[in-house]
């Protein structure tokens, strides 16, 4: 069957009944592919991906096992680098993971799949990274103006919130810089896979079937390059490697967001130069806003006026009776560096980090959640908003807008 319209052919190699089915399912949704099975093993075929004229391949196999490796390895050489290759194996051990680096595949993804992942990988294999050309992602750094705030809760919320949205939804990966005590992966219950030590004297390796490799990959497609965490190492790497490796995450991805940790290392000029947001988080206590505002004028000491601090006000509460500060102090400390408050909701937040999922799986619809939204994404907030009805005095709406 010949492509009709804008729709690439993928062809997919697989024996695996079941796997044919939900492949068929997950790219029928999309008219970007025009999907076509060949029910073999990889030790079957003969010529029938070059006869078949298709902008990639998908190839089911056992990538531990050395026939079926050497039989890809033909493949690939029959195709001379016309057809990208993509390939799903059920293990993913290191020596694999090199043979695959040494072919030069388009993706290798370990079953079970979701459909988010085989839908991104076959955009990727197509297209490159999976968004216009020329389009730049936007990259949003978390920083912490004192320990304990919230930064990585509000950084990894954040992440799920632009995954997921209606405007600025696409390709999202978290990058964990706090590479002595990072809890991104943690948080997820994800395994950390980002060795930066393998690349620390090679930061030239660092490509892209590397940075899959190194990628953790949450069930939603939301992705994370965090590394595993050394308490005992006060290390600072090389800011050639950091740069090198923010430069190739936000070529592959739409979204990025950064969590920084609270020391500034080399690198960390850098870093906030090449944000297109800066969130800093602070709670409201005295010395914690103290913090936060020797940290934004730090901030304007180092890079200029070039970067401008939004505050995050998390567990921004006022209760009753309370001789303490005031969510008015607040504002009116932090002036125009105010971005918005975060309600103190410690139980769903506690319950999200033991249990290692987001904190919309507990309660789409939490405080927490909202809150953060009118910061993140206030164009949705504001086409979500239900009309009032117009009042007797013609007042409607407008009297206590919110500014976006």
């Known amino acids: 069957m010949a492509n009709t319209g804008k729709a690439k052919r993928i062809v997919l190699v697989s024996q695996d009944k079941a796997f044919v089915q939900e492949t068929k399912s997950a790219l029928a949704s999309s008219d970007a592919f025009d999907l076509a099975a060949i029910e073999r093993g990889v030790l079957d075929l003969r010529g029938e991906l070059q006869e078949a004229d298709c902008g990639a391949a998908i190839i089911d196999m056992d990538a531990a096992r050395l026939d079926q490796v050497e039989a890809l390895q033909r493949i690939i050489r029959r195709l001379e680098g016309k057809t990208p290759v993509i390939v799903v194996t059920q293990e993913f051990n290191a020596a694999a993971v090199r043979i695959l680096v040494q072919l030069q595949v388009a993706d290798f993804l370990v079953k079970p799949v979701s459909t988010a992942d085989l839908v991104r990988s076959c955009l990727r294999a197509l297209h490159g990274p999976g968004r216009e050309e020329n389009a730049e992602s936007q990259i949003y750094a978390f920083m912490p103006a004192a320990g304990g705030v919230g930064n990585t809760t509000l950084a990894l919320q954040t992440a799920f919130q632009l995954h997921h949205s209606v405007t600025r939804g696409a390709a999202t990966c978290v990058v964990d810089l706090n590479f002595q005590q990072g809890a991104c992966a943690e948080y997820l219950d994800l395994e950390p896979r980002f060795d930066i ?208």
């Open 197 to 404: 030590a393998e690349i620390e004297n090679q930061p030239e390796r660092l490509d892209r079937q590397l940075l899959d490799v190194m990628l953790s990959k949450h069930s939603s497609g939301l992705c994370v390059l965090a590394a595993p965490t050394r308490p005992s190492e006060m290390r600072s790497f090389n800011t050639e490697i950091v740069v090198r490796m923010l430069d190739l995450v936000s070529a592959y991805f739409d979204n990025v967001v950064i969590d920084l940790p609270r020391t500034w290392f080399p690198w960390t000029e850098t870093v906030l130069l090449g944000s297109n947001k800066l969130y800093v988080v602070t709670e409201m206590t005295v010395p914690c806003l103290r913090h936060t505002q020797r940290l934004i004028q730090a901030i304007y000491d180092t890079v200029g006026r070039e970067v401008k601090p939004n505050v995050i006000v998390n567990r921004f509460e006022q209760k009753m009776f309370d001789n303490g500060i005031r969510q008015a102090d607040v504002r009116e400390i932090l002036g125009d560096h105010f971005a918005g408050g975060i309600a103190n909701n410690y139980k769903l937040v506690r319950e999200a980090v033991d249990r290692g999922v987001p904190l919309h799986e507990i309660d789409a619809n939490a405080n927490v959640i909202a809150d953060l939204r009118r910061i993140i994404l206030p164009e949705e907030v504001v086409a979500a908003a239900p009309k009032k009805a117009r009042s007797l005095f013609g007042l409607g709406t407008g009297f206590m807008r919110k500014r976006a």
